[in-house]
């Protein structure tokens, strides 16, 4: 295999590790490596709920399995970072995809202020919320992603593979 091909392929296979909606063995699989702050990702994912619907209806909901890794590119997007670490002080809440939305829809609201009042609006445990946060407790598993995403070749986001390929005209 060509390195071209290599840098072109997902390194690290999906698994259930991953934030995913759907199952693993569906017969598409989207992995998205995205920037909380960075509106082309937040475009890509828009997309990706309509395909998602659309695939749900005519297709059936075992069709598609779309998860989503973090890239936050912090040298450009200051809140990136700690939006991804949001989200996933949210996951450990059971509340990921809902904060997920929350932090893309408010692309221009992601301080601390705003990330505090986004969990407290899911309901979240806001004590422990704001520990996950001070502690950094989540930084380890967005810097896993980010390997993951540098070892298939991603060098900014928003990176998209379907079915392990990845798709080069966002």
Not at 80 to 105: K, P, S, T
Not at 108 to 119: C, D, F, H, M, T
Request: glycine share 6%; hydrophobic share 40%; aromatic share 10%.
């Amino acid at each position: 295999m060509n390195q071209d091909r290599d840098r072109s392929s997902l390194s690290v296979p999906p698994s259930i590790q991953d934030h995913r909606q759907g199952l693993l063995d569906a017969t598409m699989v989207l992995v998205l490596y995205g920037d909380y702050q960075c509106s082309q990702s937040a475009d890509v994912y828009r997309l990706i709920k309509v395909i998602q619907r659309q695939f749900d209806v005519s297709l059936g909901e075992d069709y598609l399995c779309f998860i989503f890794r973090h890239f936050p590119q912090r040298q450009i997007h200051a809140q990136a970072q700690r939006a991804a670490e949001a989200a996933i002080a949210a996951a450990v809440q059971g509340q990921f995809w809902q904060m997920h939305d929350i932090l893309f829809n408010h692309q221009q609201a992601l301080g601390n202020g705003y990330l505090v009042e986004y969990a407290n609006h899911l309901g979240l445990d806001v004590c422990q919320f704001l520990q996950d946060l001070a502690g950094k407790v989540h930084v380890a598993r967005i810097n896993q992603d980010i390997e993951s995403g540098l070892q298939s070749g991603v060098i900014n986001a928003p990176a998209l593979f379907i079915n392990g390929i990845r798709y080069s005209d966002l």
